[in-house]
């Protein structure tokens, strides 16, 4: 049996997000298909299967999805992921701050359903629109972070988790060890305002930017803010951006 390949050219490049049960939220998807040959499979209609797995490449299937796209005469596809016929999941439904989450693609280049697979990939980057959405926090609406006012140093605390610690005066965030209120894949948004000092530290058995007892700071300027995120990559690891 011969396989067809993909070579992804922009996945995910651009987001629809609505409110509106009527307008579905959707990630735009491209890629050139080419044959076991190299060749490309140029104005052909084909299948395409979409899978979303949650937390590895072959962890539990959130989302199953199926289309039937014409490539161009450049052996290029276009299609539109969470418009597609439905086998399992509601799109709309997805945690996105539940990841990491993995896209793998299937396609029967003969447009029927002998599906080969050809690749899965990992979303590195959740479309804001979508990740707002399911990453509200304890704030009162589901489209918007709750603001923390930061003054004081003191631990990573559960109503940090999904908001925004607004530093206002130079102060300490410890990230201490075997904190579960945050999930692998949740985030804290970062600002130090107007001169204040923002240090992020991290405890005995936590690690920051993959160094043991790491540290970071964002330090402001009169009349600026600086801002970063900062991200949990597993049970006592942490990643930080913006410094």
Known sequence: MKLAHILLLLLF???TFKVSAQSPEKMSYQAIIRAQDNSLVVNSRISVKVIVHQST?????VYQETHSPTTNSNGLVSLEIGTGTIVTGDFSRISWDKGPYYIETQVDVKGGSSYNIVGVTQLLSVPYALYAKTAGGTSSTPFRSAIVPFTTSRNIATGDV????????SSTLTLTSDFSAMAVGETINLEAHNGAVLSIQSASGVTLNYTAGGAGKF?????????????????????????
């Open 13 to 15: 490049v651009t987001v």
């Open 57 to 61: 490449s072959t962890g539990t299937i």
């Open 162 to 169: 999904n908001n925004t610690l607004e530093c206002t005066t």
């Open 219 to 243: 330090t402001s300027t009169t009349g600026n803010v600086r801002f970063g995120f900062l991200r949990k990559t597993g049970a006592n690891s942490y990643i930080i951006s913006g410094q």
